[in-house]
């Protein structure tokens, strides 16, 4: 390392070189030694911060997607949770359209039947909203079921915008599956009569599912008994 320049610094400059020989070379391989070179490093200086080339693309690919859903309202900390989800969806286009062919590397290797690690940062977090909207009642599938189809259809519309012309991208496109995505997993305001007892039901045990962990009167076995007893309930079908 050269005397003078700190740990982070170090490490910031081979994600820095990381990123600009990939994008570069538009999502094909990058070598470890061009990375290095770039950066002005040796090799031993890249395992030391990252364990391997691959470790150091993940940290990059990872860099850029933490982008993704940290809906901050200017002046105001207690943003409601579907709003935030909103932000973050705009958040996650914006960023892709910003970066296609960064945006490309969250998605390019997938492997049948691979989860996905450098994006689970961003289930994660709308998996945290959405069960946040479930404790109010506000859900009509479960959470983590929730996170995966509004994750999915996010990532459709931003691939789908990515290859519009820049010069006539239709934001609109991406405003109408976004809401289309959330009354799908929404409990709509209408009047109860148009609520069906499964769907109701449903609603219910996912609220009570979503805040078993505030139930200090029962024991962890009977938590875990009643989770797994409110969790069948929530099933879309279940009991009609």
């Known amino acids: 390392m050269p005397r003078g320049v700190t740990a982070g610094e170090t490490r910031d400059r081979l994600l820095l070189a990381a990123a600009q020989l990939m994008d570069e070379a538009g999502g094909t391989s990058v070598s470890t030694r061009a990375i290095c070179q770039r950066a002005g490093v040796e090799a031993p200086t890249l395992y030391h911060h990252f364990g391997s080339k691959q470790g150091l693309v993940d940290a990059v690919i990872q860099h850029g997607f933490n982008q993704y859903l940290q809906p901050q309202a200017e002046g105001d900390a207690s943003l409601d949770a579907i709003e935030a989800i909103r932000l973050g969806w705009d958040r996650h286009v914006r960023f892709g359209l910003d970066n296609p062919r960064f945006y490309?590397?969250?998605?390019?290797?997938v492997e049948r039947g691979k989860p996905c690690a450098i994006t689970s940062p961003a289930l994660a977090q709308l998996t945290r909203l959405l069960s946040a909207a479930a404790s109010v009642g506000r859900l009509r599938v479960a959470p983590a079921d929730a996170a995966a189809q509004l994750l999915?259809?996010?990532?459709g519309v931003t691939l789908s915008l990515i290859a519009q012309p820049e010069e006539s991208t239709d934001l609109t496109l991406s405003d109408r599956v976004r809401e289309a995505a959330l009354a799908g997993v929404l409990?709509?305001?209408?009047?109860?009569?148009?609520v069906?007892?499964?769907?109701a039901r449903a609603s219910a045990a996912l609220v009570l599912a979503?805040?078993?962990?505030?139930?200090?009167?029962?024991?962890?076995?009977?938590?875990?008994?009643?989770?797994?007893?409110?969790?069948r309930l929530a099933e879309p079908g279940q009991g009609s």
């Open 104 to 109: 490309a590397l969250l998605y390019g290797n």
């Open 152 to 155: 999915a259809a996010n990532i």
């Open 187 to 194: 409990v709509q305001n209408e009047a109860t009569n148009n």
């Open 196 to 199: 069906s007892p499964s769907e």
């Open 210 to 231: 979503t805040t078993l962990n505030e139930a200090a009167v029962l024991s962890p076995g009977e938590r875990a008994l009643l989770s797994e007893l409110l969790n």
